[in-house]
């Protein structure tokens, strides 16, 4: 999995789509959640333009972006996501807050006169460009198949097991996996 370039500031690592899915990767610009080492990868218009593009998804035209709803979006995605990768009930408010944004997203979807198929217009502002996030979202909340929702054990970003077996453990397996087994290497050598 390639790195997408994305400005990284002072923080030292790197950012790959490893969900398998928008809402997951989404989730995941933030790296290393809820410790010291927390990094925002969507801490600027412009990164959050080369992510959405990165996933094939539309976003505004506009030089900057106010990203208020995009963090609260993820946050909110989170507490959902995370959540059922633990195999637990997620919290009821939060699928309130998650049924609440997919209603909004329902009302602004037209059907295209040329194709016949749903459609959402060119987003005109960040909660706009949500759109294709939150359905995503609500699938997979909806689908009943959580079992494959997974949450890395070394850094917390969220994956779908899309591997045949069931069987994947880390988000990515050149970084967490690595590193994992590095980790396991040592305390087994120096033992």
């Keep these: 999995m390639e790195a997408l370039d994305l400005d990284s500031g002072d923080y030292g690592g790197t950012y790959k789509l490893v969900g398998g899915r928008p809402c997951l990767d989404f989730v995941n610009?933030?790296?290393?959640?809820?410790?010291?080492?927390?990094?925002?990868?969507?801490?600027?218009?412009?990164?959050?333009r080369r992510w959405f593009a990165a996933v094939d998804l539309p976003f505004p035209r506009a030089r900057t972006v106010d990203l208020t709803a995009l963090h609260k979006t993820r946050h909110m995605l989170a507490r959902v996501l995370r959540t059922?990768?633990?195999?637990?009930?997620?919290?009821?408010?939060?699928?309130?807050?998650?049924?609440?944004?997919?209603?909004?997203?329902?009302?602004?979807?037209?059907?295209?006169?040329?194709?016949?198929a749903w459609h959402v217009p060119a987003p005109q502002n960040?909660?706009?460009?949500?759109a294709p996030i939150l359905l995503d979202a609500a699938e997979l909340v909806t689908a009943g198949t959580h079992?494959?929702?997974?949450?890395?054990p070394s850094c917390d970003w969220l994956f779908e097991d899309q591997t045949r077996n069931g069987q994947r453990r880390w988000c990515d397996m050149a970084d967490c996996g690595?590193?994992?087994?590095?980790?396991?290497y040592y305390h087994r050598t120096k033992a």
């Design 29 to 48: 610009t933030i790296s290393w959640p809820g410790t010291e080492r927390e990094h925002d990868w969507l801490s600027s218009s412009d990164n959050a």
């Design 84 to 116: 059922l990768a633990h195999g637990e009930r997620a919290p009821d408010t939060a699928i309130a807050e998650l049924s609440k944004a997919v209603a909004r997203v329902y009302q602004h979807r037209v059907i295209d006169p040329q194709t016949l």
């Design 178 to 184: 690595s590193r994992d087994k590095a980790r396991r």
């Design 147 to 152: 079992e494959r929702l997974r949450c890395c």
């Design 126 to 130: 960040a909660t706009e460009a949500l």
